[in-house]
Structures are given as structure tokens and as C-alpha cells.
């Protein structure tokens, strides 16, 4: 078996990867979404994989791994890669799951990710009606994750820092940073403390938190929170879209705190990994499989985080349905350092018609049952998914 053509389509709001062999099969991986421009550096790799067995996932990555880098650009290779499992899977006739060394769990546990609730405002009154919406949800999430303080618009929130807008940032946006003010220190914790008053103890709370604290201000919040047992604090220092680690910075903070802290997700390859774990910087990891490299690139950095005793959440809000399926294949093999990945949705809604295979209904009780089928046990409906292809992009399935 041969790869004799790699394609790119934007369906929705995703890259969707398609790897094609010499025998008709197909598989397929995703681009996060808000990364549409990184088409050409997915069409960049077609002629270094054409002639390759697919099969061999880990020699056809070999030949591309050196073309990514930290979040945005390692989509490209990290999606090509889970296509290529995918692939593998398919003609084997077996899950992904199986290829990865064979699952260990046959539900796995997802938090809130994609279905976070919709918030007008930043009181404390916005964040308990958030928390009793995502109470609520009929998926039954026993995790929630919310953002707040200088994760997405809260950091504009007059009064809550002295810092400003650095400029020249466009992956996704302004960076926002700076000290904190005391009242708006003591806003952030009076918002946290509704949110954990709403979901009780059968709730698990993660925060999404940045980056953008100053070090100091990173510790100030995480003792301020002690008592509310939050399961960990997301990107206080660096991670998004930041091109580094700070591992010596995450250290002086998560070895002075009782909450665990967390990241990771902007992350690529296990080598930019390394001194997060053997220092044991951080509590928790993040990394997401459509960017640190693909899905052995994850299990690899987990299984070695599990040796220094540190936990493992994998990223992926904007990694669509596909991303939903690679991610319950991947984390049913993973070992017991592992908490729940976050969830993707399919966006827009018609992402539920077009794909077939996903269980119904997806999520119970806060958990995915694991597929067996062949792959990561998706396919599309082409017929249904045609109308929803650009004119740039109808031979995309041919």
C-alpha cells in the first residue's frame, strides 16, 4: 500500500486532512479551527509522503516532524499524522485504539472544552448563571472548565490589572497581561467561590487562566483558592499561542502551591516537554494531539509524565468531530495519569449529519464509550457532505 495523494478541505470550521492510498482507503485528520491559513503548509507535505506506505505511520512522520513548530504550526504535521493512523487502521482492520498498544479503559472521561456557557458579562453573578447552565447540561459532565481572568475577554475588564495589549499578536489575538489589582484579585476569587458554590462537590472546577499573570500574582491566586479544591489552574504563565515553556517559572509557582497547575497545549514534540517533566514543573499537562505532533507523540509524553507522577488532561476545544474520535482513541490507551480530555464539538451543527460512527448520544455522564471499528471508527457521508464543500475544494473526495 502506497500514499498517491494527500488533500485539504475546509469543511465548517476546520481543515479537514484527507491521506488517499493506491487501494481506495482514506483516513483522515483535522486542523484546529481559527487555523484555515494553515492550508498551505498542509499541502506543503503532499509530495514528501506520495510513494510511502501509510501503514508506517512513524517513518512517513519522520520525513515531515521537522516542518512544525509551537502552536499554530504544528497542525499541520500533527493532523497529517492522525490521518495517517487513521489510515493504518483502516486497512488493518482494526481501531487505532488497538495500534496504539490497546485501550484500557472502554469509557473515557470528558470535560465541558467546546460547551462552555455563552457569558455576557464577568460579575459573579455572570459566572454562577454560567455554572448553572453547565450544571445542567443533559452530557452530565462530572469536570467544567471555565475561563477567567486573562483567558478570552474578561482580561478587559476595567480594574481587574494594571497591564495593556502587547501589539503584534495575531494567533488569536491581543495578549493581555499585567499585575494584578487588589480588587481585582479579590473579584477573581469571589467569581471562582460562586462557581464552586453552584456545582458542589460532585462537580469538579478547572480554570482556564491565561497567560498573563505575573509570577507573583500566579501564586497570590492559587493559595487565595486553596480552599475550594479546584482540580488545576490552565496557562497562568505561558501557553496558547506563546512560543515558549517557562518551566523555571511554572516551578517557583507549583511547588508553593496545594492547586495544581497546569499546561501545555501550545506545545510540540516531547523534547519541549522534557523540562516541564523531568523538573516537575507542573502538576498537570496539556498537550494537544493536532498540535504537539499527533497521537504517539501524546501517549509517548504521557506515559513518561506518568512516570514523574505528573497528571495528564489533553487539549482539544477546536479540533471538530474528527478531533472527538482521535482523542477517545488516544486517551483509552493512556496510562492512569490520565484525568479527561476536553471536549470538541462539531461546528456548524450540520457537522452531526455529514459524520457517521460517533456514538448516540456522544457523551454519558461525563464519558464517550470507545469505538472498535476499524480506524477511529468515523466516516463521512459524502453525499451529505458535498453541498457543504467550496468550489475550490469539490475534489475533495474524489
Not at 479503559?105 to 470528558?110: L, P, Q
Request: aromatic share 8%; glycine share 10%.
Amino acid at each position: 500500500m502506497k500514499i498517491n495523494d494527500l488533500k485539504c478541505a475546509m469543511i465548517g470550521r476546520n481543515l479537514i486532512v484527507r491521506v488517499v492510498s493506491d487501494e481506495g482507503l482514506s483516513g483522515y485528520g483535522a486542523v484546529e479551527s481559527f487555523k484555515a491559513s494553515l492550508k498551505p503548509q498542509v499541502m506543503a507535505l503532499r509530495d514528501v509522503l506520495i510513494g510511502m506506505d501509510p501503514s508506517t505511520v512513524e517513518r512517513c512522520v519522520r520525513k515531515i516532524r521537522a516542518r512544525g513548530s509551537f502552536k499554530p504550526n504544528g497542525a499541520a504535521v500533527s493532523a497529517v499524522e492522525v490521518a495517517l493512523w487513521d489510515l493504518a487502521g483502516r486497512a488493518a482492520g482494526l481501531p487505532v485504539h488497538k495500534l496504539l498498544g490497546g485501550k484500557v479503559r472502554d469509557t473515557v472521561r470528558v470535560y465541558n472544552g467546546a460547551m462552555r456557557a455563552p457569558m455576557t458579562g464577568f460579575g459573579v453573578e455572570d459566572f454562577r448563571a454560567a455554572a448553572l447552565y453547565m450544571r445542567d447540561q443533559p452530557e452530565g459532565f462530572t469536570i467544567v472548565k471555565q475561563g477567567i481572568a486573562f483567558h478570552g475577554s474578561m482580561k478587559n475588564r476595567t480594574g481587574l490589572h494594571y497591564g495593556a495589549a502587547q501589539p503584534g499578536r495575531s494567533f488569536p489575538g491581543t495578549i493581555v497581561s499585567g499585575m494584578l489589582t487588589e480588587k481585582g484579585l479579590d473579584h477573581l476569587v469571589a467569581c471562582v467561590a460562586a462557581t464552586k458554590e453552584v456545582l458542589g462537590k460532585d462537580i469538579g472546577l478547572a480554570l482556564d487562566c491565561g497567560p498573563g499573570f505575573t509570577p507573583v500574582d500566579a501564586l497570590k491566586f492559587a493559595r487565595a483558592l486553596e480552599p475550594y479544591n479546584i482540580l488545576w489552574l490552565e496557562d497562568l504563565i505561558a501557553g496558547d499561542y506563546t512560543p515558549y515553556v517557562q518551566a523555571d517559572i511554572y516551578r517557583d509557582i507549583s511547588t508553593r502551591s496545594l492547586v495544581p497547575i497546569h499546561t501545555g497545549e501550545q506545545i510540540y514534540l516531547r523534547q519541549n516537554f522534557k523540562e516541564l517533566i523531568d523538573r516537575r514543573a507542573v502538576h498537570v499537562i496539556g498537550p494537544d494531539p493536532f498540535d504537539v505532533g499527533g497521537l504517539a507523540e501524546l501517549k509517548w509524553i504521557a506515559e513518561y509524565a506518568d512516570l514523574y507522577g505528573i497528571q495528564v488532561a489533553p487539549h482539544g476545544i477546536g479540533n471538530g468531530l474528527i478531533g472527538l474520535a482521535a482523542l477517545t482513541q488516544l486517551c483509552a490507551t493512556l496510562p492512569d495519569n490520565f484525568i479527561a480530555f476536553e471536549y470538541p464539538a462539531g461546528e456548524p451543527s450540520w457537522w452531526y449529519e455529514i459524520l457517521e460512527g460517533l456514538p448516540d448520544p456522544i457523551v454519558t455522564d461525563g464519558f464517550v464509550s470507545v469505538s472498535d471499528r476499524p480506524g477511529l471508527g468515523i466516516d463521512f457521508n459524502v453525499e451529505r457532505t458535498l453541498p457543504h464543500l467550496g468550489e475550490e475544494d469539490r475534489d475533495f473526495f474524489q
